[in-house]
């Protein structure tokens, strides 16, 4: 199958910095990419939908200004978290999928990022 | 919203058959039925899918009931391995269509 590889793998910050995570299509084109969040004992929480070369399509709620996601080429989707506060604290995991033709969503390992 | 409805959890003896139930009774003609499955700490995990017919795979089997209003996810010799949650979904199929997650079940394959 498809790997989608995440770096860090986990990150601690300080309250007010900025994080960012990369994901990344290893063997293929992901013409889509879909960011989650989720937090303990709960399930994931689809935050939002990007499309390389176009803006991101955030779901209710999302507040994107706050998580900037860049999807600048066909392997790769950023998450950035801004002024990360430690409510923020979380599992964040991205997804990919290759475009017409393609069934499933193949997804990375996950960051779990820690704002102290 | 999520528009599957599952059991929280569920246990089962290692080598024998786990069937995971999971009922979508608003699903309509042109979504499919998914399964995925997460294992602590990890990213979800692709296990099948199918529309209307069963399907098998190495992995498992997904029996989809006539009226396409619940279906079941069957590992047919459950190892220790197969213990996390699994999530039901339904979607429209093509590319660029979201996952919407809910709450999954739990299961837990027993020595």
Redesign the interface.
Same mark, same amino acid.
């Not at chain 1, 399930?43 to 689809?46: A, D, E, K």
């Not at chain 1, 999928?97 to 996950?110: A, H, L, N």
């Given at each position: 199958?498809a790997v989608?590889s995440?770096h860090p793998s986990w990150v601690i910050c300080k309250s007010g910095t900025s994080v960012k995570i990369e994901c990344r299509s290893l063997d293929f084109q992901a013409?889509?990419m879909?960011w989650?969040r989720q937090f303990p004992k709960q399930?994931?929480?689809?935050m939002a939908?990007s499309?390389e070369g176009s803006k991101a399509t955030y779901e209710q709620g999302v507040e994107k200004d706050k998580f900037l996601i860049n999807h600048a080429s066909l392997t790769l989707s950023t998450l950035t978290v801004t002024s990360a506060h430690p409510e923020d604290s979380s599992?964040y995991?991205c &997804?990919a999928?290759?475009?017409?033709?393609?069934?499933?969503?193949?997804?990375? #390992? *996950?960051t779990?990022l820690t704002v102290t | 919203d999520a528009k599957t409805t599952q059991p929280p959890s569920m246990d089962c003896a290692e080598g024998r058959a786990a069937n995971l139930p999971c009922n979508h009774s608003t699903i309509s003609g042109n979504e499919y039925v998914?399964w995925?499955r997460?294992i602590h &700490?990890? *990213? #979800?995990?692709?296990i099948i899918?199918g529309l209307k017919n069963n399907e098998t795979n190495e992995m498992a089997s997904l029996i989809i009931t006539e009226d396409r209003k619940s279906s079941t996810l069957i590992l047919p010799h459950a190892t220790l391995r197969d213990t996390a949650v699994y999530?039901c979904i339904v979607r429209v199929?093509?590319? &660029?269509y979201?996952?919407?997650?809910? &709450?999954?079940t739990r299961l837990l394959v027993r020595p």
């Open positions: 199958g989608v995440q013409t889509t879909f989650y399930s994931l929480m689809l939908t499309n599992f995991i &997804s999928e290759g475009g017409r033709g393609w069934d499933e969503q193949y997804f990375g #390992p *996950g779990r | 998914y995925y997460q &700490s990890q *990213g #979800p995990q692709y899918h999530y199929d093509g590319s &660029s979201k996952l919407i997650f809910g &709450s999954g």
